[in-house]
């Protein structure tokens, strides 16, 4: 009886009792890299004020997973260093035309991603959503994790793939692929 | 007080605009200068998209609206014509009187500029401008006590015939400035002037442009202009490459060698462009080295330009430059340049630029305060 207790006990206890669960408290950077129909006429954008930004990193038995990762920014945030550019790209890519009300949410989840790799290089992966305004754009996500918390994602989304019609503006056109990359550390280390 | 009064007359008379490149554009992800202006090496006319950029990075602000007028349409051959008039006027106060003036007020240039698209890709464009007799050789700096009128010459700056065969990549024959250097406005600017890159050195060229999304190229085969003097007629080939590492940082090789009558002289320079929106770094370094044809003399000249620009808002830069230029024996030359100032962009044509400059060698110690308005009708 004492050795079935004790055996019990240690079923029961073994996986949590090597399980670190951290919320991380992160502090991010959205940048966004937009090409143009010129050659050599390409900006890029940024936002860094995040209404939401957080995450929960589990290390259990050598398995490292990124749990409820949530991201959301307002439209509104994003920067790209000339204020009509900006508005712009308010109207033309978050109009109600595309799904967004501008300024609208942007809003990044993912519920459980698997992390594999050596100890401060992991490369992830998780399904989830990346969504503006009302519109999904992306579903899985591949990103790389650093540090502890440090991380690093990028993707390429089509707008046309999503129904965003690409903006126009006296002749100069945007690309239909927009790159999105998304970085954070966590401050709490 | 007498500086005071200078930056106020300046800005009291806001009347005037640019239209020149803005190399610092990089700052923004302009590479070239292709989005804003039609010619790819920037300077003259403004696309449409030049001009709403121009109208949102100004003062006033706000969304620039082409003309729809029926009359506009019928004038400007249903938009195949444009054409501009841009004008540059100077207030400069001296350290020192000269011929007993500290002061001079004067109008510095004005061109007109016209272009026409004659099919898809095939355009003309000419720059007839007017300047007074001594900017060609002098400068400003040295002229300011010159009774010389800025019409005494007439001459086209550029007069040349374009053809853009595949995106991206132009031929054009014609004259104009070589396409050489950061395109800094200023043609004083020892990088420029030192380098026959003045805004009357134009020589007959045969050009090749190529840009792509983070490369790009001219080459140039010139001829002397008929305009110059005698001994200063020269011919040679030009090239010039700009590499982007990242959106806003490029780095630039340029060379030239060209024979003349009584000099031949070979250039190689290198030039940076690196920025983010609050803050630009501009850097030009050329070595020249010129022979004297029968002398047996050869010389090297090393110019050199710096300028660090600050935007706590978009239309308005601060901005510090220095400037070097050393020329060995037996033409000994060391004199450095150094200037403060501010640039305000105060509507999509009207721009004023302040700047205050010391010049020094071992022969001269010269403050100069400068203001520039600048006009572009379009």
């Known amino acids: 009886m004492k050795r079935i207790f004790i055996l019990s006990f240690a079923l029961i206890c073994a996986p949590q009792s090597f399980a670190q669960n951290k919320d991380l408290k992160l502090e991010g950077e959205l940048k966004y890299f937009v090409d143009t129909n010129m050659p050599g006429v390409n900006f890029e954008g940024k936002a860094n004020s995040f209404e939401s930004i957080k995450a929960t990193l589990i290390e259990a038995n050598k398995e490292i997973k990124l749990r409820d990762i949530e991201l959301i920014i307002s439209s509104e945030k994003l920067n790209s260093g000339i204020e009509m550019r900006d508005k712009h790209t308010q109207d033309k890519i978050f109009a109600p035309a595309n799904g967004g009300t501008a300024p609208c949410k942007i809003l990044l989840t993912i519920k459980e991603a698997k992390c594999s790799g050596e100890k401060e290089k992991y490369t992830c992966s998780g399904d989830g959503q990346l969504k503006i305004g009302t519109k999904e754009v992306a579903r899985s996500f591949i990103f790389n994790m650093g540090k502890e918390g440090e991380i690093k994602s990028a993707l390429e989304i089509n707008l046309s793939a999503f129904g965003i019609k690409a903006p126009t503006y006296m002749g100069v056109e945007v690309n239909d692929q927009v790159k999105i990359q998304f970085s954070a550390k966590n401050k709490s280390l | ?378």
């Not at chain 2, 010619?39 to 100004?58: D, V």
């Not at chain 2, 002398?295 to 400037?323: C, M, R």
Request: glycine share 8%.
């Open chain 2, 1 to 378: 007080m007498k500086y005071f009064v200078a930056l106020t007359f300046s800005l009291a008379l806001l009347i005037f605009s640019k239209a020149y490149a803005y190399p610092n554009m990089i700052r923004h992800g302009y590479l070239n200068c292709m989005g804003c202006h039609y010619a790819p090496e920037g300077g003259s006319l403004l696309t449409q998209y030049g001009k709403g950029i121009s109208q949102a990075m100004s003062f006033k602000g706000g969304e620039y609206t082409p003309s729809e007028s029926k009359i506009v349409d019928d004038i400007t051959l249903g938009g195949r014509l444009h054409h501009s008039i841009q004008f540059r006027g100077m207030t400069v106060r001296r350290g020192e009187p000269v011929a007993g003036k500290r002061y001079r007020t004067f109008p510095m240039q004005a061109d007109y500029i016209n272009q026409v698209d004659w099919a898809p890709g095939l355009r003309h464009e000419i720059i007839l401008a007017t300047a007074p007799n001594t900017a060609r050789r002098r400068g400003v700096d040295e002229n300011t006590n010159s009774k010389s009128s800025f019409t005494e010459r007439l001459y086209f700056r550029t007069f040349k015939l374009e053809w853009m065969f595949i995106k991206g990549k132009k031929i054009a024959v014609g004259h104009d400035t070589l396409p050489m250097g950061l395109g800094i406005a200023d043609h004083t600017a020892y990088v420029r002037e030192r380098n026959r890159l003045g805004v009357t050195d134009v020589p007959l060229q045969f050009q090749f442009f190529s840009v792509s999304a983070n490369w790009q190229s001219a080459l140039s085969l010139f001829l002397p202009n008929n305009s110059d003097l005698k001994n200063n007629r020269e011919k040679g080939l030009m090239g010039k490459s700009e590499f982007a590492f990242f959106r806003n940082f490029a780095v630039g090789l340029q060379g030239l060698t060209s024979n003349g009558k009584s000099i031949n002289r070979r250039l190689l320079g290198a030039t940076i462009r690196w920025g983010i929106p609050q803050f630009s770094i501009l850097a030009e370094n050329n070595y020249t080295e010129r022979h004297i044809s029968g002398a047996s003399v050869t010389f090297p000249q090393w110019t050199n330009y710096l300028e660090l620009g600050l935007f706590p808002k978009d239309y308005l830069k601060i901005f510090w430059n220095f400037q070097a230029l050393t020329v060995s024996d037996p033409f000994f030359e060391r004199e450095r340049l150094t200037g403060l100032g501010f640039e305000a962009h105060w509507m999509a044509n009207i721009t004023s630029l302040v700047e205050a400059r010391k010049r020094w060698s071992s022969v001269l110690d010269e403050k100069i305060l400068m203001a520039q308005i600048f006009f572009n009708l379009w």
